[in-house]
C-alpha cells in the first residue's frame, strides 16, 4: 500500500521505493507512539502522501537525470501493489499518462480515492484538509480528466 501510493503520487518507481523506504523507516521509530493497527493504517497513508509530496517539492528543486526506464527492465521489479485488468491497454495507458499529468495534488487526491479506494473523510484527514476542499479536487479533476479524454478519444 505504501509503495502504491508513493507510486502513483510520484511516477517514478525508484522515487516511490525510497519513500516507502523512508516512511518504514520512521513507522518503526515511532512504533511505540502509535495505538492500535487502524492508528498505524492511517499514521502510514498520512506519512506516504507527506512524504511523496516532499519529495515532488525536492525534485523541482534541484535537476535530476532521468534514466531511461529500458535501462532498468532485467531488474525483475515487482509489479505494482493494485494492479487493474483493463478492457483496453491502450485506453488505460492514455488514462494512466493524463493522470500522471495533472498538478501534484489533484494526482494525489484521484490516487487515494480511486487507486487506494479511501474515503473521502479518510483523504480528508491524511491531506490535512476539510471534506469539502476533498471534494471540490475531486469533481473538478474529473471533469478536467474527462474533457482531456474525450480529447484523446475524438
Excluded: C
Excluded at 502504491?4 to 521509530?29: C, K, N, P, W, Y
Excluded at 490535512?128 to 469533481?139: D, I, Q
Amino acid at each position: 500500500m505504501v509503495f502504491s501510493i508513493a507510486l502513483r503520487i510520484l511516477g517514478d518507481r525508484f522515487l516511490a521505493e525510497e519513500t516507502a523506504q523512508d516512511v518504514f523507516l520512521e513507522l518503526h521509530a515511532k512504533l511505540d507512539e502509535l495505538a492500535s493497527d487502524d492508528h498505524v493504517l492511517h499514521w502510514l497513508r498520512r506519512a506516504t502522501v507527506h512524504r511523496s509530496i516532499d519529495r515532488i517539492r525536492q525534485r523541482d528543486r534541484r535537476h535530476e537525470v532521468v534514466t531511461d526506464p529500458a535501462d532498468f527492465r532485467d531488474l525483475n521489479l515487482p509489479d505494482l501493489a493494485v494492479d487493474a485488468s483493463p478492457g483496453d491497454p491502450l485506453l488505460s495507458r492514455q488514462l494512466r499518462q493524463l493522470v500522471a499529468s495533472l498538478p501534484v495534488m489533484q494526482r494525489t487526491v484521484i490516487a487515494l480515492r480511486y487507486q487506494e479506494d479511501m474515503s473521502v473523510d479518510e483523504i480528508a484527514d491524511a491531506l490535512s484538509m476539510p471534506v469539502a476542499t476533498v471534494k471540490s479536487h475531486l469533481r473538478r479533476t474529473l471533469l478536467l480528466l474527462r474533457e482531456k479524454m474525450t480529447r484523446v478519444l475524438y
